[in-house]
């Protein structure tokens, strides 16, 4: 379900200086800005849907932001480097210095959020997060996330699940999603850690990170972290990316042409026997029986 993002919007001395670079997904729209913003510039958005605003330049000595009005003199804040605005939220910007600014707007249905996020958090927990705005400054990880998004936007060179599954981690790594403590006293991962590891996992090219990494990224040992880890999913960290993958995999062989061999190249498996045998390991199929079996 390619999505076109439904909003009200208006700006003064703002000016485009480049080419808008934007593509259309399942169920979300990206698009990369380059402006450059006068002095006293003023801008409005209301959108029906949530949408995600990361600036790859600092400009919180430039520009303000409210909820409440246009008028700055009381209420407004400093624009953070990204940013999460609920449906319905409006918002208002005032320039303070020229500058340029470049960022990614992600547009999403708030349905796709909720398919996304419900599964793992709940109904009630995902709205919630829906409706929670997020502003931070770091964003180390997400930014490599966003930067890999742009290029996929501005030239896109893999299948459509790689822009979305990077689009979905973005969400993951900047929601206010809340931790379960229980889950970690009683010697389990929480929701928190392994969003940051699918975060971390998307980041990653070949599709692979390594133990020390993994323990690394959620601040624990490496020896506690399998132990926990298993605790939590039931499968070693190594099952646990290997099948990640193979799910890549069987979205490919139902939703493009590509041959087994490509989708091996594409998800960074050394060759189609190495993907033939890990496949079979998780689905009980070899990858061209699977497809047969789904495409009747």
């Not at 893999?158 to 999603?177: F, M, T």
């Not at 069987?250 to 033939?276: C, G, P, R, Y």
Request: hydrophobic share 45%; net charge neutral; proline share 4%.
């Amino acid at each position: 379900m390619h999505f076109w993002p439904s909003m009200t919007w208006h700006t003064e001395g703002i000016n485009v200086v480049a080419p808008v670079k934007w593509r259309c997904l399942d169920g979300l729209m990206g698009a990369f800005w380059e402006a450059d913003c006068q002095s006293g510039a003023r801008g409005y958005y209301l959108a029906d849907d949530p949408r995600i605003m990361i600036f790859f330049n600092d400009v919180s000595d430039s520009v303000r932001i409210s909820n409440q009005s246009g008028d700055f003199s009381q209420q407004y804040r400093p624009m953070t480097r990204a940013i999460f605005i609920p449906a319905g939220v409006p918002m208002w910007t005032n320039i303070e210095a020229t500058h340029r600014v470049t960022h990614l707007n992600l547009h999403m249905h708030k349905d796709r959020l909720l398919r996304f996020l419900a599964p793992s958090l709940g109904r009630s927990a995902a709205l919630a997060a829906l409706r929670s705005p997020v502003e931070i400054e770091d964003i180390e990880a997400i930014e490599t996330l966003a930067k890999l998004l742009v290029d996929e936007i501005a030239a896109p060179s893999r299948h459509a699940i790689y822009a979305e599954s990077l689009a979905n981690s973005i969400v993951a790594g900047l929601l206010d999603i809340p931790a379960e403590r229980s889950e970690q006293n009683e010697g389990r991962l929480t929701q928190g850690q392994m969003n940051k590891l699918m975060v971390r996992l998307n980041t990653r090219g070949n599709g692979r990170l390594s133990v020390a990494e993994m323990a690394g990224t959620v601040g624990l040992s490496e020896s506690w972290f399998s132990t926990v880890f298993k605790q939590t999913t039931g499968k070693t960290p190594l099952q646990w990316q290997l099948e990640k993958r193979v799910e890549l995999a069987k979205k490919l062989l139902v939703e493009s042409d590509l041959s087994v061999a490509n989708i091996a190249a594409q998800l960074d498996f050394s060759d189609q026997a190495h993907l033939t045998k890990v496949f079979r390991q998780v689905a009980g199929e070899t990858p061209a029986a699977w497809r047969r079996i789904q495409t009747r």
